[in-house]
Nanobody, 118 residues
């Protein structure tokens, strides 16, 4: 059974930090290239970070140097450490396989809301 459960979001002041977690189940995720996506109101979902099974990472320019993606295969979990948060980082954050590599994904978790505001 395929399942993605995101957690760790919340309200944080500009400059603050959050650590998101994504617990996944299903063999399709075990060694997949995984990504963190976000969707702000009125905007399309965008990929902000990806990580492959070897730990190689890539980031969108908008978060480079501030966000760090990691994975713990033993715990079937992907993390996103977010530092120096800005109001424009406000969005619902999701994890899933990298759509650029695997194509559009039909199943998504509920996401976790991140709000950056003073």
């Amino acid at each position: 059974q395929v399942q993605l459960v995101e957690s760790g979001g919340g309200l944080v002041q500009p400059g603050g930090s959050l650590r998101l977690s994504c617990a996944f189940s299903g063999t399709i995720f075990s060694t997949a290239i995984m990504g963190w996506y976000r969707q702000a109101p009125g905007k399309q979902r965008e990929l902000v970070a990806r990580i492959n099974s070897s730990g190689t990472t890539n980031y969108a320019n908008s978060v480079k140097g501030r966000f760090a993606i990691s994975r713990d295969s033993a715990k079937s979990t992907v993390y996103l450490q977010m530092n120096s948060l800005k109001p424009e980082d406000t969005a619902v954050y999701y994890c899933n396989r990298d759509q650029a590599f695997y194509g559009p994904q039909n199943y998504w978790g509920q996401g976790t809301q991140v709000t950056v505001s003073s």
